[in-house]
C-alpha cells in the first residue's frame, strides 16, 4: 500500500461550485497534514495544515481530518478559475513529508 | 517569512555530464533543508534532506550527492548525469518538528539529453 494516495484523474467543476479532494495514508501515527497547491511548471505552495480531527476553514477552502479512517480531504468552495490546478497532499511521518501523487482539478468558467 | 531561491532555474545537461544545482534560504536560522526531484506522472520524491551543516540523509540511492557547507545552503550534485535524473528539482525549508510546514523554492527543471 503507498503511503499517501490521492484519487486519479482530473476533477472538472463549474465556476461557483464546491470541488471536494480525497487523500488517504497508511501510518497510522502520522500527526500532521498539509494541502498544496501546484500551478504547472510551478513549485507547489501551501494551501493549508490541519493536524487535529474535524474540520479547519481557511477562506474558501476546509481541510477535514478522520484519524481513525486515515483520510484528510480537502473543500474549495466558490471555485473559481484560478483555483485550476494539481492538488497535493503531504503527511508527515518518520521525520519526512510524504506527498500523494496529487489531484488535478479544472474550473470550467 | 522565509525566501528560498534556487539556481538555475532551467537546465539542459547531456548525458554524462556534472550537475551542481544551489539552493539558499533567507528569513530563517538552522532550517530543515530537503531535496526532491518531480518527475512527470511520479509525484514528489524526497531525495535528501539535512538537519544541519555537514548532516545529509539519504532516501533513495542513486547518483546525486547533496552537501550542506553553511546552514542556509544546501547543493544538489552529480558526477555523472543519467537520462533518468531529467526533472523538476526543489529545494524546500521546514522547522523540522511534527509539525513541519515545508516551503519550497521554485525549482530547477533539468533536462538531460
Known amino acids: 500500500q503507498k503511503e499517501v494516495e490521492q484519487n486519479s484523474g482530473p476533477l472538472s467543476v463549474p465556476e461557483g461550485a464546491i470541488a471536494s479532494l480525497n487523500c488517504t495514508y497508511s501510518?497510522?501515527?502520522?500527526?500532521?497534514f498539509f494541502w498544496y497547491r501546484q500551478y504547472s511548471g510551478k513549485s507547489p505552495e501551501l494551501i493549508m495544515f490541519?493536524?487535529?480531527?474535524g474540520d479547519k476553514e481557511d477562506g474558501r477552502f476546509t481541510a477535514q481530518l478522520n484519524k481513525a479512517s486515515q483520510y484528510v480531504s480537502l473543500l474549495i468552495r466558490d471555485s473559481q478559475p484560478s483555483d485550476s490546478a494539481t492538488y497535493l497532499c503531504?503527511?508527515?511521518?518518520?521525520?519526512?513529508?510524504?506527498f500523494g501523487k496529487g489531484n488535478q482539478v479544472v474550473v470550467i468558467p | 517569512s522565509q525566501t528560498i531561491h534556487q539556481w538555475p532555474a532551467t537546465l539542459v545537461q547531456p548525458v554524462g555530464s556534472p550537475l551542481s544545482l544551489e539552493c539558499t534560504v533567507e528569513?530563517?536560522?538552522?532550517?530543515?533543508l530537503y531535496w526532491y526531484r518531480q518527475a512527470a506522472g511520479r509525484g514528489l520524491q524526497l531525495l535528501f534532506y539535512?538537519?544541519?551543516?555537514?548532516?545529509i540523509s539519504s532516501e533513495v540511492p542513486q547518483n546525486l550527492s547533496a552537501s550542506r557547507p553553511q546552514d542556509r545552503q544546501f547543493i544538489l550534485s552529480s558526477k555523472k548525469l543519467l537520462l533518468s535524473d531529467s526533472g523538476f528539482y526543489l529545494c524546500?525549508?521546514?522547522?523540522?518538528?511534527?509539525?513541519?510546514?515545508?516551503?519550497f523554492g521554485p525549482g530547477t527543471r533539468l533536462t538531460v539529453l
Open positions: 490541519i493536524y487535529s480531527n
Open positions: 528569513g530563517t536560522s538552522n532550517p530543515n
Open positions: 501510518d497510522r501515527g502520522s500527526q500532521s
Open positions: 524546500a525549508s521546514g522547522t523540522g518538528s511534527f509539525t513541519d510546514t515545508q516551503y
Open positions: 539535512s538537519v544541519g551543516i555537514g548532516q
Open positions: 503531504a503527511v508527515n511521518g518518520n521525520n519526512r513529508l510524504a
